[in-house]
Every structure is written in C-alpha cells, then in structure tokens.
C-alpha cells in the first residue's frame, strides 16, 4: 500500500510540474478541477499550477549553486520518506516527518503537503468540479463581499511580480469570489487576501480554493469573520501564556497595551504581512502540519528574544517599532526563490538594523523553550477563552446599544442593560425555538448591534405582560398589541431595543401628563386597529384631511411618543411665508439648529379623540383598575371624568355646528352676537339616569356616578361675564399654559372648540337636546362627537385618586427579575422537552 501510494504521489507532483499540454498522465486527485471547470477558468494557466512555477520557470536548481544543493538534498530525504511511509493520504506521521518539516519543505512539494496535513486533499476529491460550479455561479454576482474583494486585490502582496498582472489578480478574484460564495457567513474578511495570495503560489486555483476551505472553518476556526472572534480567543490564550512562560514581561506588555496589536496581524495573516516571504512561509509550512500551536510557539520567541528591549520600552509606539525591526531581519537563507522586497521592512529600518535571525534558528527555539505546549491543551484554553471573548462582545454590543438611547428616556444605565438582556433573551427564544418567526428569519449579523436584535408582535406582547404598570388583565395583550402598532414605524412587524424601551418609558417615567399622553396615543390610529374601532377608517380620513383643526402643521402618528423631525420642517416655511421680509442667512442657521434639538410635542399637538375612541379608552382604564387595592375609588372616579368629559362633547357640539365660527377654534366673528343655548340650559341633560337604566355605563364600562357634581362643573364653566359668552370664554383659554389649564377652561375650550362634532345622546344617557339633532339608539355611536387631551387631562386632575394612581412610582427592576426568572425556566424546560423528543 505504501508503494502504491508513492507512486500515485509521484503522479501527482509530476502531473503539477508539467505544462498541462504536455502531460498524458492519468488523472490524480490533485488533478485540478477534475475536468469539470467552465471554460474561461479552464483556459487560465492557474487552473493547473501554481503562480510560482509560471512566473520562476522550471530552471533546473542545480544551477543555483549550494542554495540548489540544499534544495534538492530536500528533495531527495521526502522521496526516501515517500518509500518508507507511504505518500499521500496514507502516509504514516512519525517524528521523521516533523523533522523534516522543521527542515523546511522543498518548493516543488510544498502544494502537495500542505494540501495534505491540512487534509483539504480530502475535500477536493470528495468533491470534483465543486470549484469549477461554484466560479460559474458567482461569476458576474454583486454584493458586498465583491465589492471588498475588489477593493483589496491589488493589495494582497504587490511586491511579488505573480500579483504585477492580471494573471494572478484574476485568479486571486475567483478563489475569493467562489469562498464568499460558499459560506456567505464569512464571505469575506481583510487578511484573506494575503493568505490566499500565498496559497496561490504554490498550487491551482482548485487547491488553493480547499485549502482556504480548510483554514478558515477547521484550522482557524472564526478566524475571518465581522468580529474576529476565534483571533480574539487565540489572542487571549497568548495573554495567558505569556503570564505562564514570560512572567517578567507580561505585566510590562500588559501596560503598554501591546499584545492585542500585534496578536491579530500575525495570527490572521500566519506572519505573512509582517516577515519577509520567504521567512514566513517555513512557518506556514509548520502551521500546515502542527496548527496553531506552532503560530503561538513562535511568537512566544519572539517576545522572549527582544524581552530585554520591551522591558526598556516606554510606549506602545516603542514597543512596536521593536518588534517590527526585529520581525523585518527574520531571514531564509536555504531560499531559492529570487528575494522578494518586503515593504514593512522599508518603513521600519534604521541606521543600525538589528542582526538578521534565521527562521529555521528561531523555529528551533520556539520548541525547545516552548514544546511543552500540546493541541490538547489549547483546545481546552480554547473553549475557556471563547466564553470570556462572547462575553467581552456582548458586553461591548450591549453598551452601544445602550449609549445609542436618548437620554431622556428616564431609565437609568442599569435599568436599561437589564432590560437588554431580557429583550435579547425574547429574540434568542425565537432562534432556537421560533420556526419560522419573523425574527428567526430576518436577523442579519450585519447590521449594526441596535437592529440585530428584534422582537415580533408576539414576543413584544409576552413581554408587555411582564414589565408594564399597566396591567389590564385579559385587555393586556389588546393594549399591547397597541402599542407594538405605535413602536412599529417602518411597519415591518419588528422593533428593536430602541423603540421598545421608549414605549417601556412612556409608562414608566414623566409627570401625569406624560403618562396620559402615551395612554391617549394608545387609542388613536395607527395603535387602534379597525377591526378594534369600526371608526378608526374615519378618524384617520379626520387626521389627514382637517387640516384647519389642527393649525397649519400635521403631527405624525407614526412616530412613537414623540413628533418627528418633519414636522419641524413642515412648520418653519408656513411661517417664514407669513414675515414681512425674507429671513436672512442667520435666520436659517437659527432654524437648523432648532432641527438639530430634540423638539418637545406640546399637549396641543395631540389629535382629538371621538367618540369610539374614548369608549376604548374608557374601557382600559376600567381594566387597568381591576386589581388595584383602591379599586373602587378608582371606578368612582373614572366614571364621573368618563361622564363629565361625555357631556363636555355634547355641549361643545352645539358651538361647532354655529354658522360662521373660524375655521381654527369655533369662536364666531367679531360682532357676532353669541348663542346662548348650547350653555344656558346644560341641566336637562345632566340629571343621573334613573336605577337599572342599560344607558348607565358608557360603553359598558362607565357609569354616570356624579351627575350633580358635574352638573355643577358645567355651570361654572358657561357662568362669568355674559353667561357663557363664547368670545369671553375663548380668550380666557388662550391665556392659559397648556400645564395649567383648569377644570373650568378645559370645560369651556371643549364647549367651544370641538369641530366636525354631531351629537349622540344614547351614551350620555339623556333625551336629544335641541329638535335638529335626532336620537340614535341601540348603542349607535356618534361619528361626530370628539374630545381633546386638555379636557381629558383637565378632568383627570379634578380627581386626586386618578391623579395618584398615575403619578404612582412602579420599580420596574422587581419586574425584570421575575421575567428573568420566567426566562430561565422556559429555557430549562425546552430543553427537557428537546433531550426526550431525542431520546
């Protein structure tokens, strides 16, 4: 088998030296591509040998002189190997083998072992015309790995006259091209255009293709990924053993933040980008054969060999310019290849240059001072090391994601990494557990860290069932989904961290008023669905198309809790049209820096609210109360604001149907007499409805608790000068702030300022009013009916126990813990379930 084995070898490497037109030889399984590439690879030279043979020839290394007589002494101690062991797959590992790969591997068989110990030899001929399919797929196909692939080519190894032309350009191209493509994970990363370059040396394009296969998801696994993360693992391992190896000068590395700089250029690039080529490539030899294990060996040596120097150094800058000197003198003299200038050497050289080192001496101390290290070991420091590297990452995504929300958010640096953590834990379920969750098929690593991690309507409602402080028992999840519609701007049925803690801080944090304003936008389009209001079709037509009503500007609903910076731009040229003179140039520069501030929604920015709309708010502010101990203080209450604000509608109706009233606030003209009516005889409709009567409870939720007092409330506001004047009354309200409207003005501005309102007396439990407007019955709700958040805010105050209960503090920590602890037992019982579906 050995023989047989030599011989197949031997076919091998004679099939690779000769011009593919000039070889008869039977296909091998190094053969390249196996006769099934597409035409335009097939036709390259490097589909067939390597780029070092193209370019240096076949020049006989006799003629080289002793350097020759080395090389071929090589040559001749592998044949022996061959004979005695076998060759390829079958060849036997003995410390001869290591022996003479420590030697240095002859040029003409470097290709073949390293496609051998790296066991892509295996892959390749597992898999014929793999390549070849590949590069006729991804031939023409864009994407971001192309246009970085692109980008780099000409940087990977310009020195080396292989990668002067298209030739070795076009081959490097497709190889990289064809990875990205397999495993669009990695697809590609900055260093594997230097490593591939080099493989593309010495092999086909096919082989250099399996090799890289065999780096980048065996050898150095996670190596060439968005975050490094298998380099920052080894680069931890080289921390600890330099605390076990190089007690003395680990502390002194440690300072001058050295090793992290010099671990991820020479583990990602094997020493390629820092040594000179024909240095670094025995180390590629050693690393092909034994692992990481040898990189590591390595670079232990050379921190030992310039201790003395890094011990004196005083910066990073020093330190680096140390081990740069020293890296750049690191010389092969075996070499036959024609000397390849090194261009970090031109940048770091000096008046005294260090004395040049020989990379086989330096091989040679790495495993005499450093043999004690074993694969198994590292692999054990490997998993150690990962945990803290993952660790180290989310900690780092998770203060980004946390420093890349407003600060006005109200929760505190803590409070907003718990929240993280269980957000996260939401969007993780659903990668292990989700199917075909929105979530689970959608996640892209490369986005940046805030839009990684999404939740759907579901797991936001499991969530909101959790942490809010608005428990509505069985409502819960309609509230919830509300409040998912409202977060949900770009709609596409996901949000991240961001919009999910300021729709957790809108209950959570801020005055009365605050809190109000997030329950209000809860019940007006988009979080209220049709299907929950059969007027939601019509409140939108009202929202987008009244543009009287609401002054000039339109406040956008689709922007969570808070105005959108449009409608900063949309205000300022209505009112630049409106001055007598253009503004000037600093009058704009004034303007963009109010654009750049974060604009304040003022109360009179809200919509209003009809009449179906303030049914489902009544209805949730009936559930919120369910369990809380003033429970029936709080039924009270709401019932006498739901009743008052009821009338407060009706009232203010008959004002918005007076001809003439301005467009802006329904006062009527200057010398118009007032109508005294609509005030002047409120009591009629403001008796309590008799016991038993099905009209006692607004939407099924309310009831009409505090008749007499609310009779009185509507008095006052159509008493004062003129009995109800309404211009009186107007000008009352405008001389008010919007956080210091009373009872009395809100009452009033309602009366008078409602717009496009008709009547609907069935809810308020009453007869009609005026003989114009007739009775609805059987529940029929009244699309003309509106209500504005001041009078509801201002209600809402005339009530402490209201009051109290909105300005009540929840710690939403208590919270978190318990949906932690929630968390934890899913987890554990998903996978108790998993391990007895296996077994």
């Known amino acids: 088998p050995g023989l047989g084995s030599s011989l197949t070898g031997c076919c091998v490497f004679q099939r690779s030296a000769a011009p593919p037109e000039a070889s008869d030889q039977p296909a091998s399984p190094s053969t390249p591509l196996g006769g099934c590439q597409s035409s335009s690879a097939q036709e390259a030279p490097t589909a067939s040998q390597g780029l070092l043979k193209l370019f ?27 004979f005695e062991y076998g060759r390829g797959v079958c060849m036997y590992r003995t410390a001869r083998t290591r022996e003479l790969v420590l030697k240095g591997i002859p040029e003409s068989l470097r290709g073949e072992l390293w496609l051998l110990f790296s066991g892509a030899w295996n892959e390749m001929v597992t898999h014929p015309g793999y390549y070849a399919e590949l590069v006729e797929k991804s031939t023409g196909k864009y994407s971001l790995a192309t246009e970085e692939i692109e980008r780099d080519l000409h940087r990977s190894m310009p020195e080396h006259p292989a990668f002067q032309n298209e030739l070795g350009i076009a081959a490097l191209r497709r190889v990289l091209t064809a990875y990205a493509f397999r495993n669009p994970t990695i697809g590609y990363c900055q260093a594997m255009n230097i490593v591939t370059s080099v493989l593309l040396l010495y092999g086909s394009e096919e082989e250099a293709f399996w090799l890289l296969v065999a780096l980048c998801e065996r050898m150095l696994p996670d190596y060439y990924n968005t975050r490094v993360v298998g ?26 933040g050295v090793i992290s700089s010099i671990s991820l250029s020479w583990f990602l690039t094997l020493f390629l980008s820092v040594m000179p080529f024909e240095s670094a490539v025995v180390i590629v030899d050693c690393f092909f054969y034994e692992g990481i294990k040898v990189i590591l060996q390595v670079a232990l040596a050379i921190l030992d060999a310039n201790m003395e120097q890094l011990l004196g150094c005083s910066d990073e800058g020093e330190a680096m310019t140390v081990l740069g000197r020293y890296l750049d003198n690191v010389v092969n003299k075996q070499s036959v290849s024609p000397p390849i200038p090194h261009l970090h050497a031109l940048l770091t050289s000096g008046d005294d240059p260090p004395t040049e080192v020989d990379i086989f001496d330096l091989l040679k101390v790495s495993y005499e001072k450093f043999s004690s290290l074993r694969a198994e070991d590292i692999e054990q420091m490997r998993f150690k090391q990962r945990l803290k590297v993952i660790q180290s990452l989310e900690d780092t995504a998770k203060r980004s994601v946390v420093r890349a929300i407003p600060g006005d958010i109200g929760f505190s640096i803590e409070e907003l990494e718990d929240l993280y953590v269980v957000f996260k834990a939401k969007h993780l379920a659903s990668q292990y557990w989700g199917g075909s969750r929105p979530t689970a098929v959608r996640r892209d690593p490369s986005l940046p860290y805030l839009e990684q991690y999404r939740i759907d309507a579901s797991q936001f409602r499991e969530l909101f069932a959790s942490l809010t402080p608005w428990a509505c028992g069985a409502h819960t999840p309609v509230l919830a989904g509300r409040m998912f519609r409202l977060l949900d701007e770009n709609k596409d049925s996901l949000i991240n961290f961001k919009e999910f803690v300021t729709g957790m801080s809108g209950m959570y944090h801020g005055d009365l008023t605050e809190k109000l304003k997030a329950l209000y936008k809860l019940h007006l389009p988009p979080a209220l669905s049709p299907e929950e209001a059969e007027s939601a079709l019509e409140a939108t037509h009202y929202f987008t198309e009244d543009s009287s009503s609401e002054g000039e500007h339109r406040w956008p609903l689709c922007c969570g809790l808070r105005p959108c910076r449009g409608a900063v731009v949309l205000w300022g040229p209505q009112r630049w049209e409106k001055g007598t003179s253009p503004p000037d140039y600093r009058h704009y520069l004034r303007m963009w820096a109010k654009e750049k501030e974060v ?19 009544c209805k949730t502010l009936y559930n919120m109360f369910s369990e809380d101990p003033m429970e029936q203080d709080l039924y009270h209450a709401i019932a006498t604001v739901a009743s008052l604000l009821l009338r407060i509608g009706e009232v203010g109706k008959k004002f918005s149907a007076q001809p003439g009233r301005k467009p802006r606030d329904g006062a009527p003209e200057e010398g118009e007499p007032p109508a005294p009516d609509p005030v002047q005889d409120p009591a009629p409709e403001l008796q309590p409805p008799a016991a038993g009567d099905p009209q006692a409870k607004a939407g099924g939720d309310t009831h009409l608790g505090k008749a007499p007092h609310e009779s009185q409330v509507v008095g006052d506001g159509g008493g004062g000068e003129g009995r109800g004047s309404p211009s009186q009354l107007l000008s009352d309200d405008e001389t008010k702030d919007d956080m210091s409207m009373s009872s009395y003005s809100v009452v009033s501005t309602g009366s008078l300022q409602c717009e496009d309102l008709a ?18 019955c059987g529940g029929t709700v009244d699309t003309d009916w509106c209500i504005s958040f001041e009078q509801i805010l201002a209600s809402i105050l005339t009530e402490s126990v209201l009051v109290n209960f909105f300005e009540k503090r929840v710690d939403i920590g208590l919270k978190i813990k318990d949906q932690k602890k929630v968390e934890r037992q899913f987890s554990t019982s998903s996978d108790l379930e998993q391990s007895g579906v296996s077994g």
């Open 759 to 776: 009547d609907d007396t069935v809810l308020v439990g009453a007869e009609a009013r005026s003989p114009p407007a007739p009775t609805r």
């Open 231 to 256: 380099a920052l693992v080894d680069q931890g391992i080289f921390e600890e053993l330099t605390r076990d190896f190089l007690p003395q000068l680990s502390e002194k590395m440690q300072d001058l």
């Open 599 to 617: 604009q304040k929604e003022t109360i009179k920015d809200l919509p209003k609210m009809n009449q179906e709309q303030f049914i489902e708010l």
């Open 56 to 82: 240096q020839g076949n020049s006989p290394v006799e003629d080289l002189g002793a350097k020759g007589a080395k090389e071929k002494m090589k040559e001749e101690s592998w044949n022996i190997h061959f």
